[in-house]
């Protein structure tokens, strides 16, 4: 069997190695856009995650809770806006599948209202109890017959 | 009696009381869903496990709820790690056969499982005469509203949801609903 000289080699694989096409551009570029793509869909999800609630846990937003439940909701809302729905959109969708229960700050009409009304109204009758108070501390003594 | 003190104390108690007497009146665990009297979402689910004879379907068959058009539609979602399925098991597998040959079409869509655990549990739980599909990422699961399992929901003759239960079901109730809703459909 005949040896191939190693200076052979070396020239045709040289050779070789210079006749590779160069790697396209198009094939490497995207990569750090489709990260960041991603990134900013991720941020979006979160977004919207945040603003669902969970439905097998206390209080939890579908972002916080770790139940199966939850990560599958996450994927809905990741799917929905990577096909182009707005937040409003995929909100609407739970919405129509679960009530505006599934909103962990429920929107402000009906008996809903309450929840934002009554702190406003606490503050502001705490403050009238407070003011009546001092005047009453601060009025000077009725004079004594 | 401070009568201007005492009616200052009324206003501040009274609408306090109210609200609380008001959520008295409600389940906190009851959580209304909006689907009832709305269509219900399509969907096209592969069988796993086939059911008995003649309620059975192969499995591998797509059962697509567009196909399920002028049938009432028993859909009950159910998972193997589920201890209040087994509650209801054998009431909607014999309920279901009971409506052999009628407009009823019972169908089971496995939670958050998986195909071998279900088939396992069926075989355990003496048989299922309905077939019951898989839910993969539990898109129709989200799609139907669902809280836990087992939820079972009543479609319509035009795929319309008609009421949904949630826990464990009984005959009364399945039947109070299945016969309703095939006697409206005959309308």
């Known amino acids: 069997m005949t040896r191939v000289p190693g200076v052979l080699v070396f020239v045709v694989s040289t050779a070789l190695a210079a006749a590779q096409p160069a790697p396209r551009q198009g094939s490497v570029a995207p990569a750090p856009q489709s990260a960041f793509a991603d990134s900013v869909l991720d941020a979006r999800t979160a977004a919207v995650a945040s603003q669902l609630r969970c439905p097998v846990c206390q209080g939890l937003s579908i972002q916080d809770s770790p139940s199966e439940l939850s990560q599958q909701m996450r994927a809905v809302v990741k799917d929905q806006l990577r096909a182009g729905k707005t937040p409003d959109e995929v909100k609407a969708y739970f919405i129509s599948k679960y009530g505006e229960w599934i909103l962990l700050e429920p929107k402000p009409h009906g008996f809903n209202i309450l929840v934002y009304a009554m702190p406003v109204a606490l503050v502001v009758a705490g403050l009238a109890v407070i003011v009546v108070a001092v005047r009453k501390w601060t009025r000077p003594p009725s004079p004594t017959p | ?187």
């Not at chain 2, 019951?132 to 898109?139: F, Y």
């Not at chain 2, 939820?151 to 949630?166: M, P, S, V």
């Open chain 2, 1 to 187: 009696m401070n009568w201007k003190r005492a009616g200052i104390a009324a206003a501040c108690v009274v609408p306090v009381i109210l609200v609380f007497g008001y959520g008295l009146t409600k389940d906190p665990k009851e959580i209304p869903s909006p689907l009832p009297g709305h269509e219900a979402s399509p969907f096209a689910l592969e069988v796993f496990a086939p059911g008995q004879p003649p309620l059975n379907r192969a499995p591998g068959d797509t059962v697509r709820l567009a196909d399920l058009k002028g049938q009432v539609v028993v859909l009950n979602f159910w998972a193997s790690w589920c201890l209040s399925c087994r509650d209801e098991h054998q009431i909607l597998s014999e309920t279901a056969r009971s409506y052999a040959g009628k407009p009823v079409h019972f169908l089971g869509v496995l939670y958050d499982d998986e195909a071998d655990n279900g088939t396992k549990w069926i075989a355990q739980m003496g048989g299922q005469s309905y077939p019951s599909v898989m839910d993969p990422g539990a898109l129709t699961a989200i799609n139907y509203g669902l809280y836990g399992v087992p939820e079972t929901y009543f479609l319509d003759t035009n795929g319309r949801i008609a009421y949904k239960a949630t826990g464990p079901v009984n005959e009364r109730l399945i039947r109070h609903f299945v016969d309703s809703l095939m006697a409206a459909g005959a309308k």
